[in-house]
């Protein structure tokens, strides 16, 4: 996992939509209010998918790659166990990240009046059927 | 006066029926204790699902101008009592009690002074 995330970190290629993980994501974003945009980061960075009007999703999913190395250190370092979500609370809202299987994190946009235990709870299960959609696609074939 | 721990391990023992308890804060929807509950009852679900039931109450309160605050929710399900009960002492806004009682054994009225009384004792 650390190497996949090493992987996110460098180099990023665009990737069509997948359709599956996009509903997966509209429906977090339907069933949670004040969930303002989620995205789907898979391996080198890249966007699976994304629901978030008007954010800036590229540079989104690549810094979330980035912070996420730093985690997964942080948590290793901290013997923690393996990574499986991280909170950042700013003054207009919240960015989330859930592990979504071992290459694949879930991003979340919240704004400051989110249920954050909502978020928590319906963004651990969508990333757990992300996890198993992505787990399905590695069956194909792939690259590296 | 009793902290969190101490309240919610009160509620769960000096009230008849109770299944569970937990303080919430509804801000974030996160508990900030729980004790009880179980595989049937997973405290920090209803945490957060109840937090949508009283923010929904307040804003519907707004809207219809009523300038007065809630005391406290009763949900009445087939088999349990679920209660709610905002916390209104200095220093604990945004807070809610949170308890579940088994209907056939629990006495709503003594469960609701009961609640009463542990929200006055407790300090957070």
Same mark, same amino acid.
């Given at each position: 996992m650390r190497r996949a995330l090493k992987q996110l970190a460098g180099a990023r290629q665009p990737a069509a939509a997948d359709p599956e993980v996009l509903r997966e994501l509209r429906m977090l974003r339907s069933r949670v209010p004040h969930l303002t945009g989620a995205l789907a980061v898979?391996?080198?960075?890249?966007?699976?998918?994304?629901?978030?009007?008007?954010?800036?999703?590229?540079?989104?999913?690549?810094?979330?790659?980035?912070?996420?190395?730093?985690?997964?250190?942080?948590?290793?370092?901290?013997?923690?166990?393996?990574?499986?979500?991280?909170?950042?609370?700013?003054?207009?809202?919240?960015?989330?990240?859930?592990?979504?299987?071992?290459?694949?994190?879930?991003?979340?946009?919240?704004?400051?009046?989110?249920?954050?235990?909502r978020v928590h709870l319906e963004a651990r299960r969508t990333g757990a059927r992300i996890a198993r959609l992505a787990a399905g696609a590695d069956e194909g074939p792939q690259e590296g | 006066m009793a902290n969190v721990e101490t309240s919610l391990k009160e509620a769960m023992t000096a009230i008849e029926g109770s299944l569970g308890a937990a303080l919430v804060d509804y801000t974030s929807g996160m508990a900030l204790g729980t004790v009880g509950g179980g595989k049937d009852l997973d405290l920090n679900v209803a945490a957060a699902g109840n937090t949508d039931v009283v923010r929904a109450k307040v804003r519907t309160m707004e809207m219809l101008g009523l300038k007065d605050e809630?005391?406290?929710?009763?949900?009445? $399900?087939?088999?349990?009592? #679920?209660?709610? +009960?905002?916390?209104? &002492?200095?220093?604990?806004?945004?807070?809610?009690?949170?308890?579940?009682?088994?209907?056939?054994?629990?006495? $709503?009225?003594?469960?609701? #002074?009961?609640? +009463?009384?542990?929200? &006055?004792?407790?300090?957070?």
């Open positions: 898979g391996a080198g960075g890249a966007l699976l998918a994304e629901d978030a009007p008007g954010a800036r999703n590229g540079p989104l999913a690549a810094l979330t790659a980035t912070v996420l190395a730093d985690a997964l250190r942080l948590v290793e370092t901290a013997d923690r166990g393996r990574f499986r979500e991280l909170l950042v609370r700013g003054e207009s809202g919240y960015v989330a990240a859930y592990a979504a299987g071992p290459a694949t994190f879930l991003a979340v946009l919240a704004e400051p009046r989110a249920n954050v235990g | 809630i005391e406290d929710i009763l949900i009445t $399900l087939g088999g349990q009592y #679920h209660l709610i +009960r905002l916390l209104r &002492a200095r220093g604990s806004n945004g807070l809610f009690l949170y308890l579940a009682l088994d209907k056939a054994r629990a006495n $709503l009225a003594m469960a609701r #002074h009961q609640l +009463r009384r542990i929200e &006055a004792e407790l300090e957070i």
